[in-house]
């Protein structure tokens, strides 16, 4: 199941139309995983309603994490000095999640939800978060007066449309296959995937600084998007093969921090296992280091790290490691268990005796 939903019209879509025609209601909940178009948004209706000489004045950006219900009506309360509106930000107002008891008890959601239905109309107000409980009252008060807008992960349509404005801002261009290898190598459509927007943007930087040409190719994307992963890759095998649990845990957390998708690194784990038992088979078998680059047809380097990690391997544990390595990709596949628990499951049995 892919984390869009075919059967309605993304919030990027309706807050762009709302604000074309005009139609846009305050107070504004912008919520949703992707936190680059919540953002977006609020910039967007700040472009249209404020003036960018008054922005220091007629612009107030509060945090969600401090701010109380008197500093917020405080601001709305303030007229615009020469703006078409007055705008107040909230950023990421977690009593909109219901599950932080210090929010709830900081900030007086039954307050603020009767202000919500008084509200001036010099005012807009916007509220973010990355969660919002649908069942809260204050949810309910301001879908009521306003507008709420959840941001979930874009369909391949818009996706695509997100990639080539991008490239076209960088000078850069690409076929549709090579766009549509590069958004299923990232894993962005895979279910639980904590890849975002955000990172797809720091990937597709990183692709247009390696690219020389004005087109992206195939040969590009492949540099760029598995020459860090394949190092971590490697340092991961690597602390599994010294049984530093620690270690493997740290490298692991740190890949999922930076956004990377489990499948396509469980994807890589099984790939480098697979050339390490290959080269272990072949150190048994007594061939040279050149015979095995001929053999499998691998990097100079790449095969020079497989042979220090596969030294310190017998055969039998890597075919034992690459056999659980395929039932962890099968589990999560079939559902069996939640992808990066499967993929923890899977780091600490490889690391232990097998």
């Keep these: 199941m892919k984390q869009y939903d075919r059967a309605e019209a993304h919030a990027y879509k309706k807050i762009a139309e709302d604000l074309a025609s005009g139609s846009l209601a305050s107070p504004l909940l912008l919520f949703g995983k992707e936190q680059f178009l919540v953002r977006w948004a609020a910039d967007a209706v700040a472009d249209k309603y404020v003036d960018p000489s008054l922005r220091a004045i007629d612009f107030a950006r509060l945090d969600g994490a401090s701010a109380d219900v008197d500093a917020v009506v405080q601001n709305c309360e303030t007229l615009p000095l020469g703006s078409a509106k007055r705008l107040v930000l909230v950023e990421g107002l977690s009593v909109l999640a219901g599950d932080d008891a210090k929010a709830a008890a900081r900030f007086d959601e039954e307050a603020f939800s009767k202000y919500i239905a ?16 649908k069942r809260k009252k204050l949810y309910k008060a301001i879908a009521k007066r306003g507008g709420t807008y959840e941001f979930a992960g874009l369909d391949p349509p818009l996706l695509r449309a997100f990639v080539e404005k991008r490239l076209k801002e960088a000078g850069k261009r690409a076929s549709a296959s090579v766009i549509r290898q590069f958004t299923e190598m990232t894993g962005y459509a895979a279910r639980d995937s904590e890849y975002t927007l955000y990172h797809m943007e720091n990937d597709l930087k990183k692709l247009t600084a390696y690219c020389d040409g004005d087109e992206i190719c195939l040969s590009d994307l492949r540099a760029v998007m598995e020459a860090s992963l394949d190092l ?16 493997a845990f740290d490298l692991l957390a740190d890949m999922f921090a930076a956004g990377e998708n489990v499948y396509r690194l469980l994807a890589l784990l099984i790939s480098q296992f697979e050339l390490l038992l290959s080269v272990r088979e072949l150190l048994d078998a007594g061939f040279t280091r050149a015979r095995m680059q001929s053999e499998l047809g691998v990097h100079e380097y790449r095969l020079r790290m497989a042979v220090e990690t596969a030294a310190r391997f017998d055969a039998r544990t890597l075919r034992k490691i690459v056999l659980r390595a395929c039932e962890t990709d099968r589990h999560i596949k079939t559902g069996l268990l939640r992808d990066t628990l499967a993929l923890e499951m899977f780091v600490n049995a490889a690391a232990g005796p097998l």
Excluded: K, W
């Excluded at 971590?232 to 270690?247: H, K, P, Q, T, Y």
């Design 118 to 133: 008084d509200l001036p109309d010099t005012c807009i107000l916007i509220l973010t978060a990355e969660r919002a409980d």
């Design 232 to 247: 971590n890759a490697f340092a991961l095998a690597d602390a599994v093969s010294r049984g530093r649990r620690g270690e």
